[in-house]
Nanobody, 113 residues
Framework: VQLVESGGGLVQPGGSLRLSCAAS????????MRWFRQAPGKMRELVAD????????TYVDSVKGRFTISRDNIQNTVYLQMSSLKPEDTAVYYC???????WGQGTQVTVSA
């Protein structure tokens, strides 16, 4: 089983990033997928959730209207499009496979001028 995140980096406030999480070794199309984040000194928080089909999506209030979660069940990849980024979005972002309770290794997002 693997979940490999990519796409993190340093971006200025107001900028955009797209995170990807490539999955393998389990029934990706049968699993809900989630993005979490953890900022220094804070608890890990759920940012966005997408159903196995992609029809159902939920977001934490702080990112609604700015972030979009999506998935490609052919490429076995889940995405997090992040726009209008703020310094408070700075964190390590993790993807999570619901069906097997498995975490990726995380990718750092830093929003700073």
């Amino acid at each position: 089983v693997q979940l490999v995140e990519s796409g993190g980096g340093l971006v200025q406030p107001g900028g955009s990033l797209r995170l990807s999480c490539a999955a393998s070794g389990f029934d990706f199309s049968g699993s809900g997928m989630r993005w979490f984040r953890q900022a220094p000194g804070k608890m890990r928080e759920l940012v966005a959730d997408i159903s196995s089909s992609g029809d159902g999506r939920t977001y934490v209030d702080s990112v609604k209207g700015r972030f979009t979660i999506s998935r490609d069940n052919i490429q076995n990849t889940v995405y997090l499009q992040m726009s209008s980024l703020k310094p408070e979005d700075t964190a390590v972002y993790y993807c999570y496979a619901v069906i097997i309770g498995y975490w990726g290794q995380g990718t750092q997002v830093t929003v700073s001028a």
